[in-house]
């Protein structure tokens, strides 16, 4: 199931669930789990989870509603064969599918198919901004080599329901970009709430929830701070990490 010389097996925090890792390569982080836990998946939801990596998001959302189905779409290959063998590592083959495409061609991923509830966790960096890793596999995880944060807009416009979800997580420095592209494309912010590190330092990452042709207005949720003052975990994320 696993090859030990380039990849770990690692336990997530809930349900027994583990997941496979390069050794060396992309690795998923909080950001992920907080994407997972802040999207509303309802009964019956059909989800994609675009630019899926490791499959870490699909997986949790599998886990909070049993009745959901998850599509997870990857363009690395090596990323796509290591997602679905932690579905399959997992027992969720039959709610979870894992496909090997380009979010930038979805009609040919998908042809017409529709789904209730997009989640994203786009690559962060513009080509040329932060600095590149010279792990190809992290590079194109952590910067826009293949899909822009516009490409991925465009992809959940493409693919959702009337009065779909969308739920983003991102850098608050391209937060103002976020609201003009989802505008741009039919979508109406409804969640946002930011992520600081802690509580007396400003955010670095928010969630973001758009609906589909929603025109109703925004509710900014209480801030999320990540570490208390003594320097651990918050009550709250650990209570999405351990208990939620």
Not at 154 to 177: F, I, P
Not at 233 to 244: C, G, L, P, T, V
Request: charged share 25%; with cysteine.
């Amino acid at each position: 199931m696993i090859d030990p010389t380039t990849e770990t097996l690692d336990e997530l925090t809930r349900n027994d669930m583990k997941i496979i890792q390069a050794r060396e390569g992309y690795r998923f982080s909080m950001d992920a789990v907080l994407l997972a836990h802040f999207a509303e998946v309802r009964r019956d939801d059909q989800v994609l989870d675009l630019g899926c990596g490791s499959g870490i998001i699909s997986i949790l959302v599998a886990c909070r509603e049993p009745s959901a189905h998850i599509t997870g779409l990857e363009i690395q290959p090596d990323l796509a064969d290591r997602a679905r063998r932690s579905v399959q590592l997992n027992g969720l083959l039959s709610r979870v599918e894992i496909v090997h495409g380009d979010l930038r061609r979805m009609g040919q991923a998908f042809g017409p198919r529709r789904f209730n509830l997009v989640v994203a966790n786009p690559p962060f960096w513009r080509q040329g901004e932060g600095k590149p890793n010279p792990n190809q596999e992290k590079l194109i995880a952590r910067h826009e080599v293949y899909s822009t944060l516009a490409d991925y807009v465009a992809a959940a416009d493409q693919c959702l329901t009337r009065g779909g979800r969308l739920a983003m997580v991102h850098r608050t420095a391209r937060a103002m970009e976020m609201n003009v592209l989802l505008h741009e494309y039919g979508f109406g912010v409804t969640r946002l709430r930011f992520i600081h590190s802690h509580m007396d330092q400003r955010a670095n990452l928010f969630l973001v929830e758009a609906v589909k042709g929603s025109k109703s207005g925004v509710i900014i949720l209480p801030p999320l701070i990540v570490y208390g003052a003594d320097g651990k975990y918050s009550e709250e994320i650990n209570r999405i990490y351990f208990e939620d």
